[in-house]
């Protein structure tokens, strides 16, 4: 606290020294009394000050040129000038050179001197407080916006993963894509060879080629070892002293032992409850330990990871078979029912997997979730507390305290909106439909006359082909209709006459829903980017959003079995295309003449 308190006296009048120190030091303050220019930098190159009184003229120098070196030094001390009445317009300089504020001589009012050094030392705390925060909001946006780069990667990479049937390459690039994410400089992925219960590398980044074909590691050894036999993840950061390890070896392990570098992280991958390999990570390239959230990530992975290696196993296994078997068509006839078995049991393998990457899908949403949940209440208290800072302390805000609190306070309501989306994006996938007759034409009508109410200075046209009927989930299909009616809505808000039509084109086959406008449009070499999550083809300053509202309708129009497309030009306006499944077939019960 004695350091928080420093204060630093610069007049060449004791009595005034005497006064002031008496003063403060009544109050706590921690007060060092100096006559002249040349004792008072002696005094600042051995302690550093909170704040110092100065006046404005000394035997050996002038306050303001004390104040300009202090400034030139960028020395982190506030600083009040003392001058008589006759000085008040330099002691007015003083200020505009960087000085906090000044008093007057003599003192009429002692409460006058102590209120100012009061203000004057609250003001540089509330300065640090907002300082505190922002980076505290910095950090907090960093980890938000990598955990949604990772959310992202995963969701990619599972796609990928289940789209490679040759081992080689599905290994090759999980640890390729480890080794990336992590920025790491050796990462491994072994498999465990049942026969000798030993931990073989299958693919490496960073190792040595003819060293990893010698190298294997019995089960129990090791990081590598012990995580395969206990199935447990987990982060070294110093192997020789963590008492799991140490004692396995005489020898300190270095950066360059394989079996277990200095910092490792290492998570098993497994397949029905059973270890069948591990994925091994050694040390970061640019220094630095591994986090919780990076052996989420490997964790995550991993899970991914053990049911594609097995639908590629399998499927190289069946097709090694059908190979053999095409050899013996010519001398058994009976080998085409063999094969029409293997491809029974294919069928049923890939069901089986299929089913398994389900699971997988919805614990990476569950994932997905709950990081989006934890994150709103910290969220809430950032946004709440600066909100709290600019209406209770507006008056002691200087401009530039008060801007930095305002972009505290609008940055967490745009990482709010954000996590609010991503919560949002995983309901959907959660909420279990309920299909009823739904009347397209008059929900649209219902949301559209709303959504125009709320602009009324603009001249927009919605047309609505009436007796539009779906087959589906009513609140669903009310969010299709409300993103894509706002947003038709908001990218025609630059056209003078807007035009926004719902409608529908039938056949024997299907309904094809269409909605369009006469907007801004977009161009279709980026067509692939319109329906990702986050993704948007206009910036933020000329159409304001965080690119949630058309993956929604994706993600609730695949629900109900049906598809999703977009055609647009820049500058002419865009459509929206939507299928349902179930619609014709509703339709003939409906009405069997048709």
């Known amino acids: 606290m004695g350091q928080e308190r420093k204060i630093l006296v610069v007049d060449d009048n004791e009595a005034v020294c005497a006064l002031l120190s008496k003063l403060l030091g009544d109050k ?58 006759a000085s008040i317009e330099t002691a007015l300089e003083a200020m505009r050179l960087g000085a906090q504020d000044y008093l007057l001589k003599p003192f009429k009012d002692l409460d006058m001197v102590l209120r100012v050094v009061q203000k004057t030392m609250e ?36 796609h990928a993963l289940h789209s490679i049937l040759n081992v080689k390459d599905l290994l090759h690039m999980l640890v390729k894509l480890v080794a990336d994410e992590l920025i790491a400089q050796r990462v491994s992925l072994m498999l465990i060879d049942k026969e000798t219960q030993e931990l073989t590398i299958e693919s490496a980044v960073g190792f040595d080629k003819g060293l990893i074909h010698d190298i294997r590691v019995p089960v129990g050894m090791g990081v590598a070892g012990w995580v395969a036999k206990e199935g447990q993840a987990v982060i070294v950061e110093d192997i020789n002293d963590d008492p799991r390890f140490a004692k396995q070896h005489k020898r300190p392990y270095t950066s360059d032992s394989f079996i277990c570098a200095p910092l490792v992280l290492c998570v098993p991958i497994m397949l029905k409850q059973e270890v069948i390999g591990v994925i091994n990570v050694n040390n970061k390239t640019q ?91 910290p969220l809430s208290r950032i946004i709440g507390f600066s909100k709290a800072v600019l209406e209770d302390f507006a008056e002691q805000l200087d401009p530039e305290a008060a801007d930095y609190v305002g972009r505290i306070y609008d940055s967490g309501r745009q990482m709010f909106q954000l996590t609010d989306a991503v919560l949002k994006m995983s309901q959907l996938i959660h909420d279990q439909l309920l299909r009823e007759t739904v009347d397209l034409s008059a929900m649209a009508r219902s949301i559209g006359d709303e959504l125009v109410a709320g602009e009324p200075v603009r001249q927009v046209e919605i047309v609505i082909v009436p007796g539009l009927t779906a087959w589906g989930d009513s609140r ?119």
Do not use: C
């Open 28 to 85: 706590g303050y921690l007060v060092t009394t100096v006559v002249d220019g040349a004792s008072a930098f002696q005094a600042l190159a051995l302690n550093e000050y909170q704040l110092i009184l100065l006046d404005l003229i000394l035997p050996d120098t002038s306050g303001i040129e004390i104040l300009r070196r202090i400034r030139q030094e960028e020395r982190p001390t506030d600083i009040v000038m003392m001058t008589s009445n």
């Open 123 to 158: 003001k540089r705390l509330l300065i640090a407080e907002n300082d505190r925060l922002y980076s505290e909001l910095r950090e907090e946006k960093q980890k938000l916006e990598l955990a949604v780069n990772r959310l992202a990667l995963l969701n990619a990479i599972g």
């Open 287 to 377: 220094g630095g330990v591994f986090s919780e959230d990076d052996l989420q990530f490997v964790a995550t992975l991993a899970s991914q990871a053990s049911l594609a290696i097995a639908n590629a196993r399998a499927f190289e296994q069946l097709r090694e078979t059908n190979q053999n078997l095409q050899r013996e068509i010519g001398e058994k006839t009976r080998a085409e029912d063999k094969v029409k078995e293997l491809n029974a049991q294919l069928e049923e393998r890939v069901a089986e997997r299929t089913a398994e990457m389900e699971t997988a899908y919805q614990e990476l949403e569950a994932y997905d979730y709950s990081l989006s949940h934890d994150l709103r209440a």
């Open 476 to 594: 669903l299909l009310r969010m299709v209709l409300q993103n894509l009616l706002s947003n038709a809505l908001k990218f025609t808000a630059k056209k003078e006459r807007a035009r926004i039509e719902f409608g529908a084109r039938r056949s024997a086959a299907t309904t094809v829903y269409y909605l369009r406008d006469n907007g801004a449009g977009f161009d279709m070499a980026y067509a692939d980017l319109l329906f990702k999550g986050f993704e948007r083809l206009h910036s933020n300053d000329e159409f304001p959003g965080i690119g949630i509202g058309l993956a929604s309708v994706q993600r609730i129009v695949k629900r109900h079995g049906g598809s999703v497309w977009g055609e647009g030009e820049v500058g002419l306006g865009a459509t929206i295309y939507f299928t349902l499944k179930g619609d014709m077939e509703h339709d003939k019960k409906e009405h069997p003449s048709h």
